[in-house]
């Protein structure tokens, strides 16, 4: 079995700009969850999604929004970014009734 | 608001001996506990966890305790290797929440050959 697949890798955007990360689950796990992890902190919850719909919501602005596909890959979206936007950005999957999460190995966003 | 608190930034500890990293919650609806391990350049990846209902859950050389009067909870490596060198964060995640985890801002663990 694949992993968690996360693309792209590496990004680099400016200021205002707006970008969309992509994820792919493990075959089998149904649910998709996003964090965002800054230099010397650890991940933060942005959303969490299962069948399509969003289960759980961070605290994080309404220049965030993601989406589930039928096939459970999922995509992370931020408008208008910012320099604190700067960050690696983690897909998570799971069961529904595991509580194990398997992590992507992320995608470095850089805004300059 | 930090729910998690992993207060120690970094750990060196020799090989052959212990590891010992630390965790403390504040939030009494977290009933499950789990650690990661992160290596530069990759994902977090799943280690060991412990539910509320239990003390103690071991698996080959890491342990994971947890004191819930004191809301405390400890990961043990027995015996250290180099290759445990890693950054270690510990998560919870609360009853009834759309299961999504609630991270420390880790311990970055070296051990020294």
């Known amino acids: 079995d694949a992993g968690v697949t996360q693309s792209p890798t590496h990004l680099i955007k400016t200021r205002g700009q707006q970008v969309t990360l992509r994820c792919s689950p493990i075959s089998g796990h149904k649910s998709v969850s996003w964090y965002q992890q800054v230099l010397g902190q650890g991940p933060q919850f942005i959303f969490q999604y299962y069948e399509k719909e969003e289960r759980g919501r961070g605290n994080f602005p309404d220049r965030f929004s993601a989406r589930q596909f039928p096939n459970y890959s999922s995509e992370l979206n931020v408008n208008a970014l910012l320099l604190g936007d700067s960050a690696l950005y983690l897909c998570?999957?799971?069961?529904?009734?595991?509580?194990?999460?398997?992590f992507g190995q992320g995608t470095r966003l850089t805004v300059v | 608001d930090q729910q998690v608190k992993q207060n120690s930034p970094s750990l060196s500890v020799q090989e052959g001996r212990i590891s010992i990293l630390n965790c403390d919650y504040t939030?009494?609806?977290?009933?499950?506990f789990l650690w990661y391990k992160k290596y530069p350049a990759e994902g977090p990846t799943f280690l060991i966890s412990i539910s509320s209902i239990k003390d103690k859950n071991e698996d080959g050389r890491f342990t994971v305790f947890l004191n819930k009067s004191a809301k405390h909870l400890s990961l043990h490596i027995v015996p250290s290797q180099p290759g445990d060198s890693a950054v270690y964060f510990c998560?919870?995640?609360?009853?009834?929440?759309?299961?999504?985890?609630?991270f420390g801002s880790g311990t970055q663990l070296t051990v020294l050959p």
């Open positions: 998560a919870a995640r609360a009853s009834g929440s759309a299961r999504q985890l609630t």
């Open positions: 939030n009494s609806m977290f009933d499950y």
């Open positions: 998570a999957a799971r069961q529904l009734m595991n509580t194990e999460a398997f």
